[in-house]
Nanobody, 121 residues
Framework: QVQLVESGGGLVQAGGSLRLSCATSGSDIRIIAGGWYRQAPGKEREWIGSFTSGGTTNYADSVKGRFTISRDNAKNTVNLQMNDLKPEDTAVYYC???????????????WGQGTQVTVSS
């Protein structure tokens, strides 16, 4: 079972920036498509953005213009750049993905354990 690993969370003041990364558990495992989600205390998990194998990205209205998803093929990661952070962005952030394993294997619906982002006012 493929496990994704998020990193880069932390505490930041309102208006600040953070960059989250999502890595796979092996160098021969590559994420081809997926999304970022977040879950605030007492709330449902919320979709915030997605990316396709063709490079298309889409974002929720709540983060559009502030968050950007990108891929770093050299590091085999999918990143979430978060700018102009607001206290309401405070949540645990998760990445989700599907992709390839080695030469011909595939995986779907892999999740990470999440990384905490806290934005102070």
């Amino acid at each position: 079972q493929v496990q994704l690993v998020e990193s880069g969370g932390g505490l930041v003041q309102a208006g600040g920036s953070l960059r989250l990364s999502c890595a796979t558990s092996g160098s021969d495992i590559r994420i081809i498509a997926g999304g970022w989600y977040r879950q605030a205390p007492g709330k449902e998990r919320e979709w915030i953005g997605s990316f396709t194998s063709g490079g298309t990205t889409n974002y929720a209205d709540s983060v559009k213009g502030r968050f950007t998803i990108s891929r770093d093929n050299a590091k085999n990661t999918v990143n979430l750049q978060m700018n102009d952070l607001k206290p309401e962005d405070t949540a645990v952030y998760y990445c989700n993905g599907a992709g390839i394993i080695g030469v011909s294997g595939t995986f779907r619906d892999a999740w990470g354990q999440g990384t905490q982002v806290t934005v102070s006012s």
